[in-house]
Antibody, heavy 121, light 111 residues
């Protein structure tokens, strides 16, 4: 059973960098597939942040691309998110998920439980 | 403003059949498969339907999906109280070098 677990600070100051890690168990990241980050502001819908392939190639949401970096550490079987210059608008529950591409289809099949990150001074 | 358009709310009584629509464009639903996610209160989204109409193991056959052109639909038959949740459609979008797009979500209330 594939499991994902987000970790990181729950409170980040405005203008600083939000950093989260997603630890994967039950599947080796180096075996393949993309791995993604999705966020959900309180009371709002889902927004895709970006996805990374096990080899390191990335796709980012164009609206966040200038502030986002996603990286992968196959030795630790985890991947990470960095979002710079945060504002209150970045307050959200952040989810990590497996982004399974299996031509001709693609979907998020396993999700972490999510972690709330609040941006406030 | 979400790229995929869903009604904000839907409702039905136990046993009824309800449908939730999802409208997109040629670069997303028109070109790629559609997925549906169910989000129960206070929990992470769960894959409900993938590849337009496929159910993952463990999802009851009361849930079904369909796609036509640039629109998709989720149908729930034999509505149960535990189906009360938020439902999101999603599709890969080929524009802007590729991106995931989601619908704004539909809150389903079981009356």
């Amino acid at each position: 059973q594939v499991q994902l677990q987000e970790s990181g600070p729950g409170l980040v100051k405005p203008s600083e960098t939000l950093s989260l890690t997603c630890a994967v168990s039950g599947y080796s990241i180096s075996s393949g597939y993309y791995w993604g980050w999705i966020r959900q502001p309180p009371g709002k819908g889902l927004e895709w942040i970006g996805s990374i392939y096990h080899s390191g190639s990335t796709y980012y949401n164009p609206s966040l691309k200038s502030r986002v970096t996603i990286s992968v550490d196959t030795s630790k079987n985890q991947f990470s998110l960095k979002l710079s210059s945060v504002t209150a608008a970045d307050t959200a529950v952040y989810y990590c998920a497996r982004d399974l591409e299996w031509e001709p289809t693609r979907y998020f099949d396993y999700w972490g439980q999510g972690t709330l990150v609040t941006v406030s001074s | 403003q979400s790229v995929l358009t869903q009604p904000p709310s839907a409702s039905g009584t136990p046993g009824q059949r309800v449908t939730i629509s999802c409208s997109g464009s040629s670069s997303n639903i028109g070109s790629n498969t559609v997925n549906w996610y169910q989000q129960l209160p206070g929990t992470a989204p769960k894959l409900l339907i993938y590849s337009n109409n496929q159910r993952p193991s463990g999802v009851p056959d009361r849930f079904s999906g369909s796609k036509s052109g640039t629109s998709a639909s989720l149908a729930i038959s034999g509505l149960q109280s535990e189906d009360e949740a938020d439902y999101y459609c999603a599709a890969w979008d080929d524009s802007l070098n590729g991106r995931w797009v989601f619908g704004g979500g539909t809150k389903l209330t079981v009356l």
